[in-house]
Structure formats: structure tokens, C-alpha cells
């Protein structure tokens, strides 16, 4: 049976990473166009005494949505011994599923191409090219409010003591000069995150990137946090100790999805 450790790996993988397929599609429009008309079915299952979990890719007339869950009738299913592999396999590491549907070959091929393609997120290096860099953040930044709200709804102990005591409160990030932005809403042990400006009241704390360069190098780990506090490549606005707490649930959603 999975850990509770490994389950709050797989609700980041497949309730916060794997929805961010979308996103990939929405900013690269000529891979989008490749997935016109198509429609199928592909389901990723890992084995748990507890009961299997998954969540699946559908496709209709090439529009995609990703749900949680186990299809009915998928046509294409990667099959995982247990919830530890299928945690390995979408942290890029070794893990070998078993695969029903291999002669749905254009069908198979498409989802490989997304999930390829959402291994920018896993980068230990930024991209070359300017757009791949603004995507890698993007992603980012909207991975890391989703992470802490399913792992909140989760039951992760720290994440649902803070949120539970915690008044209607707005926690967001933005990227200067662009329109790179998220947040996550936290209200008496709810939670929310969304994409975006938060526009209907001041945040509470928000994380204030210089630039598209500056938050890679935060997010990264590759420019010290003190070096980047007084060059202003990043401004925390608000309350310096509940920054440093959400900071830390950042860490946490990024260490269990690596």
C-alpha cells in the first residue's frame, strides 16, 4: 500500500502537474494544431491495495481535457505496479509501465508528445529560447499555487493546519512586464488557486519576480535568495512571515514532485 507521503506525490502529479498539458497546448499553437480532430482516450492507473488511482487524457475533436480519476472505456491505459513507480515515472526517473492500446499508434504518440513536452517543468537548467523560458515560468507559477491547495484539500498536516486557521486571505506571484501571474485563496480550511491577477483585493503576500530571468533563478535555486532580496529580483509584499511560510509549502510541493 502507498505512503501517505507517496499519495501526496500522486495529487501533485496528476490533480496540479498533469492539467498543465492544457496550458502547454494553449501557448504553442502549432503543437496544437498537430492534435486537431483527435479523439481517444489515455488513462495512467497505478495499482494500490487501498484502491487504484489515476487520472486520464481525453481528447475531443482535438480539444483536451485532463480529469482525475479512472475512464470507463480508455483506449490506451499505462498501467503502473503501484503508486511509488507512477510517481517516479512522471518525476522523469526510470519507471517502466505496461501499456494496453499500442495499435492506437497516432493516439499513443500524441500523449507521449505532451508529456514530453511537460518535462520542461522538471529543468534543472533554463531553456535557450526566450519563449521557452517564459513557459517553463508560467508553468511554474501556476503548478505551485495549484500544489499547495490539492495538497491542502489532501490533508497534508502542515499545509491544512495553516489553512485551516487562516482568514480570507489572497497569497499571489507575478512576473514584472508580463502577464505571468497566479494566486492561491485560503478562507477557514478552504482553498482556491487560480491563474492571473488576483483583482478583487490586495493580496495578502505577494511574491513580485523583476523578470522572466530573475524568477527562473529563484525558482531554480540557482541565485541566493539574500543576493536576490537586495537586488529586488524579488519583492515579497505583505506580511515577511507568512511569505516565509508559504514558502516553505512551495519547497514542499517542489520536493514531492521531484
Known amino acids: 500500500m502507498a505512503t501517505q ?10 490533480k496540479a502537474a498533469l492539467p498543465l498539458i492544457k496550458v502547454i497546448l494553449e501557448y504553442r499553437p502549432k503543437m496544437a494544431a498537430k492534435y486537431k480532430g483527435l479523439n481517444g482516450v489515455v488513462q495512467f492507473i497505478a495499482k494500490d491495495d487501498a484502491g487504484d488511482i489515476g487520472a486520464y487524457l481525453q ?12 475512464h470507463e472505456k480508455p483506449d490506451i491505459v499505462f498501467t503502473f505496479k503501484d503508486v511509488k513507480t507512477m510517481n517516479a515515472f512522471f518525476a522523469g526517473k526510470p519507471a517502466v509501465p505496461s501499456i494496453k492500446g499500442l495499435t492506437k499508434f497516432k493516439l499513443l504518440m500524441k500523449a507521449v508528445n ?3 513536452a511537460l518535462k520542461i517543468i522538471g529543468r534543472k537548467t533554463p531553456p535557450k529560447k526566450k519563449e521557452d523560458r517564459e513557459l517553463m515560468v508560467r508553468l511554474m507559477l501556476y503548478l505551485l499555487p495549484l500544489g499547495i491547495s490539492q495538497l491542502n484539500k489532501a490533508g497534508h498536516p502542515e499545509i491544512s493546519k495553516f489553512c485551516k486557521k487562516s482568514p480570507d486571505r489572497t497569497f499571489a506571484w507575478s512576473v514584472t512586464g508580463t502577464d505571468i ?11 482556491k488557486a487560480g491563474r492571473g491577477k488576483y483583482t478583487r483585493s490586495k493580496p495578502f503576500v505577494e511574491f513580485k519576480f523583476d523578470s522572466v530571468d530573475g524568477a527562473l533563478g529563484i525558482l531554480l ?3 541566493d535568495m539574500i543576493e536576490a532580496s537586495i537586488n529586488r529580483v524579488l519583492v515579497i509584499e ?3 512571515e507568512y511569505g516565509k511560510e508559504i514558502g516553505s509549502f512551495m519547497n514542499t510541493v517542489g520536493q514531492l514532485a521531484s
Not at 59 to 70: A, E, P, Q, R, W
Not at 181 to 191: E, F, I, P, T
Open 114 to 116: 505532451l508529456l514530453l
Open 59 to 70: 481528447f475531443i475533436d482535438g480539444v483536451l481535457d485532463v480529469k482525475y480519476g479512472i
Open 5 to 14: 507521503n507517496e499519495l501526496f506525490a500522486s495529487t501533485i502529479f496528476l
Open 181 to 191: 501571474a497566479s494566486y492561491l485563496r485560503m478562507k477557514a480550511g478552504n482553498s
Open 221 to 223: 535555486q540557482t541565485t
Open 238 to 240: 505583505g506580511s515577511p
